[in-house]
Each structure stands twice: as structure tokens, then as C-alpha cells.
């Protein structure tokens, strides 16, 4: 996984920030995904490494997360952003582990529960039945 991650760091697209990042992801599977981020010239349009990961992942089929690993060149660990813990957050349960890499391996190793106490996820909304909908009166 960290050589994916690695090598999808590699491939990155961050001219503006210059602060390449690679993931990759295990799914229930077991096949992994990889991903890095994508910057854009409007800024805000740019896309984290998780991100692209979670897009290639339920683009093949797959739909639960049980690791990920997040690269990052910086002498400190990165944790995901707070936008990537609530889109891995819907597709991982709170004990799915986490591992902060730099280039020479696992710095940290948490889990998406320790990243997103509280989560707002998919049991939230309960089943779809149940929800509440139709047309709102006028
Ligand atoms: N970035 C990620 O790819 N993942 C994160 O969890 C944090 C931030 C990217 C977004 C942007 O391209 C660059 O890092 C600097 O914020």
C-alpha cells in the first residue's frame, strides 16, 4: 500500500501548493486503490489524494474501506483533511485504520473513529424507507 501511495504521490498535480499527497486504499475486497491529489487553477476546484483513491475504488465496484494510507513529504505526519475524513467516513467503519506515512514509511497509525468522533455517516440518515419525503406542503 505505501508503494502505491508512493508512486501516486509521484504522479501528483499540486503546482500551486507544491504539497504532493498519495493514498491508497484496501478494500473489503482486497484490492487496493490509489490516488494523489489533483490541484486546479481555480483553487478551490482541486481535489486530495484520498479523494481520487475513493473515486477509483467505487468506479471498480468496491464499496467499504478497511485501511488507508495517506503519504506526504512534509516533516510531519499529514492527517486527513476534515472534507477526506467524512468521504472515507462513507465507506469505513470507526476502527478501520488510518497509517501517516512520510517517504520512508508509517509515521502514525490511527483510526477513522479517533479522526471523526461523532460521525455524521450513512446510519445517520437510516433506511431509506424510513425517511422523511414527498412534496412539502405549500
Ligand atoms: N491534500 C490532500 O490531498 N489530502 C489531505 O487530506 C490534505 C490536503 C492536498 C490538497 C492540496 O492539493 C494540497 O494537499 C495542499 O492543501
Partial sequence: MLDLARRALANAHAPYSRFRVGACIRA???RLYAGCNVENAAYPVGQCAEATAIGAMVAAGDRQIVEAVIVTEGAEPCSPCGRCRQQLAEFARPDARVHLCGPEGVRA???LGELLPLAF???TLGPPGAR???PIDP
Avoid: E, R
Wanted: no cysteine; charged share 10%.
Fill in 121 to 123: 455517516g450513512p446510519d
Fill in 132 to 134: 422523511a419525503g414527498g
Fill in 109 to 111: 497509525t490511527t483510526t
Fill in 28 to 30: 473489503g475486497s482486497g
